[in-house]
């Protein structure tokens, strides 16, 4: 089913689109990652242009969120007050992201950015996912329950004011979860990721969150930033290509759901591990991808 892009201007199989949105659903569900990290990649590897893959990934997100946060609300499972904090901090990155994102653009150079920014932050962060998760599993091996002690970074516990997250378990200064939106908001406008899969870790492990409210909270703020961010692109860059977003749409509105249900079965540690595992691999064909060329581009030969 040939189903032809008007922004990228190109003809695609709808059904590869629409599967694609629902796998990025089931992670959304799963890990309380928007799948944008996931989409972006597999949409350029596919053949769309950068651009029109990070601005286009953006809107299916949302989608994908909007299906998971009601999933995970329905059980408790989000800090509304925190995440009006981290919605501000994203809505205020994604217009310092929009600046950046027209700077890169004018100079030629965001497409390589893009795919620079994917290997950096994909290969670290699901190195030091894949360590931890490792680490544990070993630990409850040898016989050890080990319990991670819920605290936040010293960082946080200098700032000023503080504030009562009751939901997180929480007594911090809102400054800390404002910042963590802000940068998120840029990195949603230069990758079209939902920034989940930096915001969970360091819901984790910067702000000491209850993990029972990680997930859940990470798809709200989603929720909001990637539709900003929507709205700034086809505002600014004109990059959104709706048809693609409507097909990437239509898989993980239902992918959000499954993978919600199967989160709730599944061991936590085994899921970071496998989300870590899959960061390494987009990261390392990424890498590949900007560092391997064929001798000959194109080739003619006699039919």
């Known amino acids: 089913m040939d189903v032809y892009l008007p922004i990228a201007n190109l003809s695609v199989n709808g059904l590869i689109i629409i599967g694609l949105g629902m796998l990025t ?3 959304s569900g799963i890990f309380g990652v928007g799948g944008g990290f996931l989409t972006t990649p597999l949409l350029i590897f596919y053949g769309i242009p950068p ?3 990070a601005a286009s990934a953006a809107s299916q997100v949302t989608g994908a969120s ?3 946060v009601f999933a995970h609300g329905r059980r408790g499972g989000v800090d509304y007050q925190m995440g009006g ?3 501000a901090g994203g809505v205020l990155g994604t217009g310092i992201g929009a600046v950046l994102f027209s700077v890169l653009e004018r100079l030629g150079q965001i497409d390589t950015v893009i795919n ?3 290997v950096s932050m994909l290969g670290g962060i699901g190195s030091l996912m894949a360590k931890e998760a ?3 599993l070993r630990a409850s091996k040898g016989g050890a329950r080990p319990v991670r002690k819920r605290r936040h970074h010293p960082f946080v516990t200098n700032l000023p004011l503080r504030w009562r997250f009751y939901r997180s378990g929480l007594y911090i200064s809102p400054l800390a979860p404002l910042l963590l939106g802000v940068g998120t908001g840029i990195l949603t406008m230069l990758m079209g990721i939902g920034g989940g899969f930096v915001l969970v870790p360091a819901m984790l492990y910067i702000l000491g969150m209850s993990a029972n409210v990680v997930v859940g909270t990470s798809l709200f703020q989603i929720l909001f930033v990637t539709m900003a961010t929507t709205m700034m692109h086809a505002l600014t860059t004109h990059a959104v290509d709706i048809v693609l977003a409507v097909l990437l749409l239509l898989g993980s509105v239902s992918g959000a759901q499954i993978g919600a249900k199967f989160a709730q079965n599944a061991s936590p540690v085994r899921l970071r591990l496998a989300l870590a595992i899959i960061v ?3 990261a390392l064909r990424m890498a590949l991808g900007l560092t391997w060329h064929p001798d000959e581009i194109f080739t003619v030969s006699r039919l």
């Open 51 to 53: 651009t029109v893959a």
């Open 85 to 87: 904090v981290l919605v």
């Open 280 to 282: 390494l691999a987009v």
């Open 25 to 27: 659903g089931m992670l």
């Open 134 to 136: 490792i680490q544990t």
């Open 116 to 118: 620079l920014l994917y």
């Open 66 to 68: 909007v299906s998971g």
